[in-house]
């Protein structure tokens, strides 16, 4: 396991997201470490698959594998003003649409990028939970991967590893209801929850592959029972590494 060591700089003047996410896990002073780098693929378009905890995720993926990666968020997040923002400086796109969420994914992966998702939804992020537990994964990720016209293509499991316990804070799910009626989430009672890491460990896993004999399994009527297959391959991937 490899302490990160960060370099200093002020946040405001970081120009790129992998800069960005350096400049914040300093500025915030999370001590930050990371596990299983070999296993990082190189040069080849990847899905990192990971569970979600914080807000701080995302930064703290791209500056535990050293990568820029652009993460799929939740829709509402594009109409809040200041979080839209920080999805624009951050390189993230919304999950608004199916539509665009294929099509988004395909032009990245076929320009050999990173795709950052976080399968448990805003889910993992409206409930307080015990600090290594996983919700289950939407398979959306999974049809993406077996669509995608890329060979190779990696799906990387990463678990984000912190002891810390979140709280819940005075600012109201219902409000979130006002960027996004239709998620049910937001009807929800009670506050938002915060989870803010003071330690954190990013554990990498091996990477599975996904080969063009998976797409072919994948057409006609057994497709989403091999999209599901992919998606509970992936989450036990995710909570061997969050339990080890």
Known sequence: MTALSLPTMPFLEAPEPLDLSRGLIHLTGV??????????????????????????DAPVLMAGLNRHIGFVCHQYMQHVPILRDMVHQFGAFPLDTPQRFFRQGYRRLR?????????????????????????????????????????PLALLPVALVSDDMGFETPVP?????????????????????????????????????????????YQGRQGPQHAQALTDRCWSAVHGLLQS
Not at 117 to 134: D, H, K, T, Y
Not at 175 to 197: I, K, N, R, T
Request: proline fraction near 9%.
């Open 31 to 56: 001590k930050l470490t990371v596990s299983g780098q070999r296993h990082i693929p190189q040069g080849v378009p990847t899905l990192v698959i990971s569970n979600h905890r914080s807000g701080m």
């Open 111 to 151: 320009q050999r990028e990173m795709i950052g998702i976080f399968p448990e939804g805003a889910q993992s992020m409206v409930q307080l939970n015990e600090p290594r537990q996983l919700q289950p994964f939407h398979r959306g990720f999974a049809h993406l991967a077996l669509r995608a016209p890329v060979e």
């Open 173 to 217: 799910l219902r409000l979130l209801g006002w960027f996004d009626p239709s998620e049910p989430m937001f009807q929800q009672e009670g506050g938002h929850p915060l989870v803010f890491y003071r330690r954190v460990e990013v554990r990498v896993g091996e990477p599975i592959w996904v080969t063009d004999r998976d797409r072919e399994q």
